[in-house]
């Protein structure tokens, strides 16, 4: 049989076009392509792996949660400066219970907090509307993003109970935070609201270690303080560990 060359071509093309939606199919059935759930952090993956998955999600409210049922706390983590994500997991699968809705907040780091603390409270309402089971929000913000989490206390006028936990956050601020973002302390706590502190210990502290003050530490009475021992699991605790420390003896 004498094959010419547009029918070569088209036979080319025909087995390219099938090569192309296999290659598709077998993406689709690909978890590493899917959003990440607590339900994928396991023990035989790479935490660094999980983490670089955990930090590639879309900015805003990401649901870490695969069962939709009803649950009366949504908890929602916010991570900090130039974050790799592998230090939220343990953390995350540590928290986790079947009364919480657990999030992660992705936000852009790089600029200044204020616009991404309004969108989170937006996207807080937003769940709050469309389920009327949640009694409880609890955040926690690191580092960088505790700074976004006490800044919605400066205008949380909603009734539900929150409850805030910053983990080595410098809530004095810094001098470059201070002046390009114009950041200011929070001076008071609302009503039906309550701020716990987490604060690393100066010296072991990488981040903070070279600052003459100790931009931890704060005036704030209505607040509730706790100093981190110098070590967890035999490791010094310095400012990732610190999350982990409290997911162990907080939550």
Not at 93 to 122: E, V
């Amino acid at each position: 049989m004498f094959i010419t060359r547009k029918t070569s071509n088209y036979i080319f093309c025909l087995f390219a076009l099938i090569f192309v939606f296999i290659f598709l199919l077998a993406g689709c059935g690909d978890d590493s392509l899917s959003p990440i759930k607590i339900s994928d952090f396991k023990n035989d993956i790479s935490v660094k792996n999980l983490g670089m998955r955990l930090i590639d999600l879309p900015y805003g409210l990401n649901s870490m949660e695969s069962n939709l049922d009803e649950v009366e706390e949504i908890f929602i983590a916010v991570h900090g400066g130039n974050s790799e994500g592998y230090e939220w997991i343990y953390p995350l699968k540590k928290i986790n219970t079947k009364l919480r809705h657990m999030y992660f907040y992705r936000w852009p780091d790089n600029n200044c907090f204020q616009n991404s603390a309004k969108k989170l409270k937006d996207e807080i309402i937003q769940i709050l509307n469309e389920d009327d089971s949640i009694k409880k929000i609890t955040l926690i913000g690191h580092s960088y993003g505790g700074i976004l989490v006490t800044h919605l206390l400066k205008n949380w006028n909603l009734t539900i109970p929150l409850e805030i936990h910053v983990v080595a956050t410098p809530l004095l601020g810094t001098p470059m935070l201070n002046s390009i973002c114009g950041y200011q302390p929070i001076s008071f706590i609302p009503k039906n609201s309550v701020l716990y502190e987490w604060r690393t210990q100066h010296q072991l502290d990488n981040v903070f270690k070279d600052l003459s003050e100790d931009p931890q530490k704060i005036e704030l009475k209505e607040s509730y303080v706790t100093t981190l021992p110098e070590t967890y699991k035999s490791n010094r605790l310095g400012h990732n560990w610190s999350i982990s420390w409290v997911a162990d003896e907080v939550f």
